[in-house]
């Protein structure tokens, strides 16, 4: 599977500045091997309940984003599940630790600025990787600071705004971050690890994945990441 990725997109989007890109990618795997991945060990030893709870509480929070990029496309059923799904998991689950939509057949898939515009056919633009962020590509970057304009979860924390009375602070908006990646680094423990053992050459591998991924959003497909933890992370 990793072969195929890398033959069919590692090529697909041009490289804006790839031997600075290299050397980032560089900073982000020591990052990876001396923070992340042990901090993501340590989380995949705690309790089952504990860890899918965690899961669905960001999973809920990142549902926000998902409400107004459904309006923006115009996908009035995407944006039925979101709506429905966050009240319903923010009420009858407990602040989103539990997740009864999932049960009454709401399954919200994340949208972003990014897929909005790719929907609009804007192309991905070129493509390099930011330090801890990892990999992007020009419009995903312009998509990623909308994303901040445009999210609920987003304005009550970093913009500093109070909506319907709640408001929130930076460490909130970056715990919650911050959790959803150490979530996602611990259900990938093994992925990441077969990965670099089998890539000839492992940043093409991680830009194959990363725009096979951002692809199949756009275009609200699931194909070639059935063994990986949930991308939409």
């Known amino acids: 599977t990793l072969f195929v990725l890398s033959t069919t997109y590692s090529k697909a989007t041009d490289e804006c500045f790839e031997t600075v890109s290299r050397s980032v990618f560089k900073f982000n795997l020591a990052f990876d091997e001396i923070i992340l991945e042990p901090i993501a060990k340590g989380y995949s030893q705690l309790p089952e309940p504990l860890k899918i709870g965690t899961s669905?509480?960001?999973?809920?929070?990142?549902?926000?984003?998902?409400?107004?990029?459904?309006?923006?496309?115009?996908?009035?059923?995407?944006?039925?599940?979101?709506?429905?799904s966050f009240f319903i998991n923010s009420?009858?689950?407990?602040?989103?630790?539990?997740n009864p939509a999932?049960?009454?057949?709401?399954?919200?898939?994340?949208?972003?600025v990014g897929q909005t515009l790719g929907k609009y056919g804007v192309g991905q633009g070129c493509y390099y990787v930011l330090p801890i962020l990892g990999p992007t590509t020009l419009r995903d970057s312009i998509g990623l600071l909308a994303d901040s304009f445009i999210d609920p979860f987003a304005q009550v924390t970093i913009r500093d705004k109070e909506l319907l009375g709640i408001s929130g602070n930076h460490l909130d908006y970056y715990s919650v971050k911050s959790t959803s990646a150490v979530d996602f680094r611990s259900d990938n423990l093994v992925n990441f690890k077969s990965l670099e053992k089998n890539s000839i050459d492992l940043y093409s591998s991680y830009k194959s994945i990363y725009l096979q991924d951002r692809e199949n959003k756009v275009k609200n497909t699931t194909l070639n990441d059935d063994d990986w933890g949930n991308l939409d992370k």
């Open 56 to 84: 669905n509480f960001t999973s809920n929070i990142s549902n926000l984003l998902s409400i107004p990029n459904s309006i923006l496309q115009g996908n009035f059923r995407e944006f039925g599940h979101s709506v429905g």
């Open 91 to 98: 009420t009858l689950g407990i602040f989103g630790f539990l």
């Open 102 to 112: 999932e049960r009454l057949g709401l399954n919200p898939s994340k949208e972003d």
